[in-house]
């Protein structure tokens, strides 16, 4: 009989041993990936409701026409919107080639006194590809054409 009682023992010893080590390797993969969760939000989203300054985001959509400023040294300014709010974006880096104004972006950055402070800055890679969400928040405001143009 105490045969019985030590592997009934031996075997809930394992079974609570298996359950903390799940525990912990799944706090030790989410304290890991804190940092490279970016969640993605459109103007408008990030007008509505403004982010922290300490969260990292993704924002995307079109430059807005007539914006694009570059400032003295690499900062440039420029507006990006969906057409239904626009956010003022500030970037103190190399823009992509094909950057420009009325041609969708994508920036990683925060959001600090109502300016999102972009470290990154991704540019459709030919004239025809937009990332998939810029073309939802357009969408969303009604002003992306199937032909894959903005509307004017």
Do not use: C
């Amino acid at each position: 009989m105490a045969l019985r009682s030590l592997k009934k023992q031996r075997r809930i010893q394992v079974v609570a041993l298996a359950a903390v080590a799940l525990v912990v390797s799944t706090a030790l993969i989410g304290y890991a990936m804190r940092d490279g969760i970016n969640f993605f939000r459109s103007p408008s989203q990030v007008m509505e409701a403004p982010p922290a300054p300490t969260e990292t985001f993704r924002i995307g959509g079109l430059v807005e026409e007539g914006s694009l400023v570059r400032g003295q040294g690499q900062e440039i300014w420029f507006r990006v919107t969906d057409g239904g709010a626009s956010v003022p974006v500030v970037f103190g880096g190399v823009l992509p080639d094909l950057f420009g104004e009325n041609e969708g972006m994508v920036g990683t950055g925060r959001y600090v006194e109502g300016v999102f402070q972009a470290s990154e800055i991704l540019a459709k890679h030919d004239e025809t590809y937009m990332p998939k969400e810029v073309i939802d928040a357009l969408k969303e405001q009604g002003v992306y054409r199937e032909d894959g143009t903005p509307e004017s």
